[in-house]
């Protein structure tokens, strides 16, 4: 089974990557066909389309083309599959039908987690026979058993995994309520569709909790009202997209339009954005566990400033940016805290400490006519100050007098281009992103500092990726998650 399992995920990755087509439905769909033979309650389920003429692979192929390694790899992957003994024409192609699915049920910590693969082969023939050439190929001693359902075979190490997984006389997966509106939640057309019940998952995580020493309570992070999660990946004409869903959970900060990302510098190459009252909120509930409890207090003492003055720092809108520097990125971190006086007053009593701790040294300045701090820690300089009511901490000697001057992040091309083929709206729970294209220039020059350089195959291999944009968006107890690697 363990030479099975990625073997089918293998051969359902050839089948898109310059095979040729063959003539067959689509996986396409809200619902996945094969949850209609697997039961409900179900911890995971993972659909993928291993149809070799679908949209989705032949969009993801063209993808491929822009990158001068495509065909390498697909020559390798072809040698995967020989050393399995197996010829992919002969073979693979017929035994695998237009959707591969995995179902896996677990009973908690200390018991047998079960994994079943299955799929509705376009030659059930050769489908049986695949398994009985693997079977006899391999040395672990474990046999794979299969079982058909209404044209489905169902794959597993052990025949009572099958009996566990497929529904029988049971509610099927596909009617679940919670599993039906999770697949809503994502695009129909799709290379990969997943999905992880909630409430199995925090028994899973409580019972493993229950069994160790921690005291952890699965409660304190919102798991014990989480409801599902679900995630998918599909390819588009400008890159690859990944979603995600979830209902239930920790409680979000909600949608908002970032007030931050207007004072940061056109050339930032990346950017992280978030509103930190959620996680402050997270962090708070901890106080309650004995074991987190003492470890704030030694975070208190090493620091000298109490856990809720820390949390003050972030309970607003968070941004950290990085930009081209001297030799290394200029890091940058951007706070616009309730009372930024005392926030200010805390960033203080924090670099006090951090000084003393390093046999470093606070010196006043300023930039740009901002006051400002320096912790001068000898070949590395940390300075902050407030601007306009906002706390910045950077590592550049102009990084606090830059923040709201000249070109800004908004108004550059490049993130423009990232946000409109991604489509990221302008209120979302937080996003990142990261500009790829100047990026690269950033780890060549890395390398070279370390008297290396990188090969000529990964640079040419990165140069086609453009941006990387992610997302959330949450609404009510419901969150969505984009993800969008640009390509071109």
């Known amino acids: 089974m363990r030479r099975l399992l990625p073997f089918l995920a293998l051969a359902a990755l050839l089948a898109g ?35 070799l003429g679908s949209g989705q692979w032949q969009q993801l192929d063209k993808l491929a083309q822009k990158f001068p390694g495509r065909d390498h790899a697909i020559a390798q992957l072809n040698q995967q599959l020989t050393k399995q003994g197996v010829d992919y024409e002969q073979d693979v192609k017929p035994a695998l039908g237009p959707e591969v699915d995995l179902a896996v049920v677990s009973g908690g910590p200390g018991s047998l987690t079960k994994a079943v693969a299955l799929t509705k082969p376009d030659d059930p023939g050769k489908f049986k026979a695949l398994v009985v050439k693997l079977n006899a190929s391999d040395s672990s001693g474990g046999k794979a058993v299969y079982q058909e359902v209404d044209g489905w075979y169902a794959l597993s190490n052990s025949q009572a995994a099958i009996t566990d997984v497929l529904k029988g006389d049971r509610p099927a997966l596909a009617d679940d309520p919670a599993f039906k509106e999770a697949m809503g939640k994502l695009p129909g057309d799709t290379l990969v569709k997943a999905y992880v019940d909630g409430s199995r998952l925090n028994a899973l995580v409580s019972q493993a909790a229950s069994q160790g020493s921690s005291g952890f309570d699965s409660s304190t992070l919102g798991l014990d ?17 990944l979603r995600g869903a979830s209902s239930g959970g920790p409680a979000g900060a909600g949608d908002f339009a970032s007030e931050l990302i207007g004072g940061v510098p056109g050339d930032a190459f990346a950017f992280l954005d978030f509103k930190g009252q959620g996680t402050t909120d997270q962090l708070n509930e901890l106080k309650s566990n004995p074991q987190a409890a003492a470890a704030i207090s030694q975070l208190q003492q090493k620091l000298g400033v109490t856990f809720d003055q820390l949390l003050s720092l972030l309970g607003g809108e968070v941004a950290f940016y990085a930009r081209q520097g001297v030799g290394i990125p200029e890091l940058t971190l951007a706070l616009a805290p309730q009372d930024p006086s005392s926030a ?20 006043p300045g300023t930039q740009g006519g901002h006051p400002v701090k320096t912790i001068n820690l000898g070949k590395f300089q940390i300075h902050y100050g407030k ?10 000697p102009s990084g606090i007098a830059d923040y709201g001057q ?37 780890l060549e020059g890395l390398a070279s500092l370390s008297g290396q350089s990188l090969p000529s195959s990964t640079t040419d291999n990165l140069q086609p990726l453009r941006s990387f944009l992610a997302w959330s968006n949450t609404s009510g107890e419901n969150r969505t998650f984009d993800a969008f690697l640009e390509i071109k």
């Open 17 to 51: 990557c310059g095979s040729t087509s063959k003539t067959s439905g689509s996986a396409g769909g809200s619902i996945p066909a094969g949850a209609s033979v697997v039961r409900a309650g179900v911890l995971a389920f993972v659909s993928a389309d291993s149809d």
């Open 225 to 241: 009202k989480l409801k599902y999660i679900a995630a998918s990946a599909s390819a588009e004409d400008n890159g690859v997209r």
């Open 344 to 363: 200010l007053a805390t960033l203080d009593k924090l670099a006090a400490h951090l000084a003393a701790m390093s046999g470093g040294k606070i010196e």
């Open 387 to 396: 601007v306009d009511g906002k706390l910045l901490i950077t590592s550049g």
């Open 406 to 442: 000249g070109d800004h992040l908004p108004d550059s091309a490049d993130f423009k281009e990232a946000q409109d083929v991604a489509g990221m709206p302008d209120s979302t729970g937080g996003f990142f992103y990261l500009d790829l294209k100047d990026a690269l220039p950033l």
